[in-house]
């Protein structure tokens, strides 16, 4: 028995497989929703009932969170931070792994075995040191020791080495040369293009964990002026009376998430593009 063509089971299959995906879906939305329901109750029923109905205390949450610090000034604090870093990360990362990936040197693969050895080092072993050298050239109080260090990201520069050896043809880069054309032309206007959905990727993973960095911005600002939109978020939340902040403390989440879905729409917009035009159609 077959229906329009195709096997009862294929379509049966194919059916468990779509509801079992909008349930995992519909797991992951909840939280959000969860989050975007409790920026709109207070503290006292936050506390007392779990709900996804809407409150009515969203001016008095932002009346609230207003009264602790102003919220605009963190997320320009922590663009003026993300953006920059994820730029340098993400432009740097890409040569450095087409470097890697095409040329032949003698300590190729030591740089290499380096990179993967650093990545299996947490930063926060390196955090007393880093905190003691940016107070000798001081920069404590900066956003430079929060930006420059995104020009050496090993994990961002080993994805892209590996999507590069399997999405760039030698051929064409040598078909480049023959022409005359520079290697820095090769970069930019032959690897790069074909490199542009790893990079979109890595740019997408690395803005977000810049815009969430607490731990390195709660130790080198000491401005409150200053602080990044994470760290602001926390002086919220370790105020007095933490039960009558929880609507606040969500609402300013909720409003923080809102850049990184921006961004996120954006790159993967060109994750997209980028596949769909180089799609061989048959």
Not at 86 to 104: I, N, R
Not at 186 to 214: K, S
């Amino acid at each position: 028995m077959k229906r329009q063509g195709k096997p009862v089971g294929f379509v049966v299959n194919k059916t468990i497989l779509y509801i079992l995906l909008i349930l995992l879906a519909a797991l992951c939305i909840m939280p959000f929703l969860l989050m975007m329901v409790n920026a709109t109750r207070s503290g006292v029923e936050i506390s007392h009932s779990f709900s996804f109905v809407p409150g009515k205390s969203l001016g008095a949450n932002y009346r609230q969170l207003s009264d602790y610090f102003n919220i605009y000034r963190g997320m320009l604090n922590s663009v003026i931070v993300a953006l920059p870093a994820t730029f340098l990360t993400a432009y740097f990362s890409a040569m450095t792994a087409y470097g890697l990936a095409f040329y032949k040197f003698k300590t190729n693969k030591l740089i290499f075995v380096s990179i993967l050895i650093f990545m299996m080092i947490p930063g926060q072993l390196s955090l007393i040191g880093f905190y003691q050298l940016c107070t000798k050239l001081h920069m404590v109080n900066s956003y430079l020791p929060l930006i420059l260090p995104a020009i050496a990201s090993p994990g961002t520069v080993y994805f892209l080495r590996q999507y590069a050896i399997s999405v760039v043809p030698r051929s064409l880069m040598e078909a480049a040369r023959l022409d005359g054309a520079s290697e820095l032309y090769i970069f930019h206007r032959i690897v790069l293009p074909l490199m542009q959905p790893g990079v979109a990727t890595m740019a997408i993973m690395c803005f977000i964990g810049n815009w969430n960095n607490y731990l390195l911005p709660m130790i080198i600002l000491n401005k409150k002026e200053k602080f990044t939109l994470p760290v602001l978020i926390t002086t919220l939340n370790a105020a007095t009376d933490l039960q009558s902040n929880q609507g606040a403390i969500y609402l300013a989440v909720a409003i923080s998430v809102i850049p990184i879905l921006i961004v996120f729409c954006i790159f993967s917009r060109q994750i997209i593009g980028s596949i769909a035009s180089g799609a061989v159609k048959e």
